[in-house]
Antibody, heavy 120, light 107 residues
C-alpha cells in the first residue's frame, strides 16, 4: 500500500531555513508527480508546490516562490522541500502527497504531515 | 490563480440526512476537480476525482457532479463517520487551489 512519511519539521526562528523530507513506498515513485500541501493551525488546506515525475517541471504558489524549493531523488524514493527565509505565516502542518503521471492529475494519497513552527 | 468557493462554510445535519456541498470555480476548469474529506488531526482523504469518479474504497453514498465552474458533492445518507470537513480542489492548472472547506457537524 502507498505510504508517505514526512520528517524534518520543528521549531525554527524567522528568517532561518528548514528542509522537509518525504519517504515514499508502495508504488513506483519515479512514475508520479509529488506535491506539498500545508495547513496552518485551524485553517484550510493550501497547495504549495509540485514536482513532475522526473524533476523537470516544478510549480509553486506565489507566497513561497523564490523561498521554497522542491526536489526529488528517485533513487531514494524521496521528495524534499527546502524552505528558506521562513516567516511566521509559514507555520503549518506540511503534507507530502502523491500526484498522477500527468501534470493535470489529482492528489490521491497523503502523508500524515509534519509540523513546522516559525517563531522567535 | 483560480479561486474556489465552497458553500456553505459549515452546517449541522443529522444521521440519515441527504446533504449537498457546492464548489464554484472563478473560471472554467472542465472536470479537473477533486473532493477530500478531513477529520480532526488527520490527513485529508480522497473521495472523488474528475468531478464524479468515486475513489476506490469510498462508500457509494458519496457522489459528485458538475463541470465547468459549478460542482457538487452529495452524501445520500449521512453516517456518523461522515462528520468532518470537506474540501474541493481544482487541478486544471497550478497553483492547485482548494476551497475554504465545509464543516459538517452533528445536529
Amino acid at each position: 500500500q502507498v505510504q508517505l512519511v514526512e520528517s524534518g519539521g520543528g521549531v525554527v526562528q524567522p528568517g532561518r531555513s528548514l528542509r522537509l523530507s518525504c519517504a515514499a513506498s508502495g508504488f513506483t515513485f519515479s512514475y508520479y508527480g509529488m506535491h506539498w500541501v500545508r495547513q496552518a493551525p485551524g485553517k484550510g488546506l493550501e497547495w504549495v508546490t509540485v514536482i513532475s515525475y522526473d524533476g523537470s517541471n516544478k510549480y509553486y504558489v506565489d507566497s513561497v516562490r523564490g523561498r521554497f524549493t522542491i526536489s526529488r531523488d528517485n533513487s531514494k524514493n524521496t521528495v524534499y522541500l527546502q524552505m528558506n527565509s521562513l516567516r511566521a505565516e509559514d507555520t503549518a502542518v506540511y503534507y507530502c502527497a502523491k500526484g498522477g503521471r500527468l501534470s493535470s492529475s489529482h492528489i490521491d494519497y497523503w502523508g500524515q504531515g509534519t509540523l513546522v513552527t516559525v517563531s522567535s | 490563480a483560480i479561486r474556489m468557493t465552497q458553500s456553505p462554510s459549515s452546517f449541522s445535519a443529522s444521521t440519515g440526512d441527504r446533504v449537498t456541498i457546492t464548489c464554484r470555480a472563478s473560471q472554467g476548469i472542465s472536470s479537473y476537480l477533486a473532493w477530500y474529506q478531513q477529520k480532526p488531526g488527520k490527513a485529508p482523504n480522497l473521495l472523488i476525482y474528475a468531478a464524479s469518479t468515486l475513489q476506490n474504497g469510498v462508500p457509494s453514498r458519496f457522489s459528485g457532479s458538475g463541470s465547468g465552474t459549478d460542482f457538487t458533492l452529495t452524501i445520500s445518507c449521512l453516517q456518523s463517520e461522515d462528520f468532518a470537513t470537506y474540501y474541493c480542489q481544482q487541478y486544471y492548472n497550478y497553483p492547485g487551489t482548494f476551497g475554504q472547506g465545509t464543516k459538517v457537524e452533528i445536529k
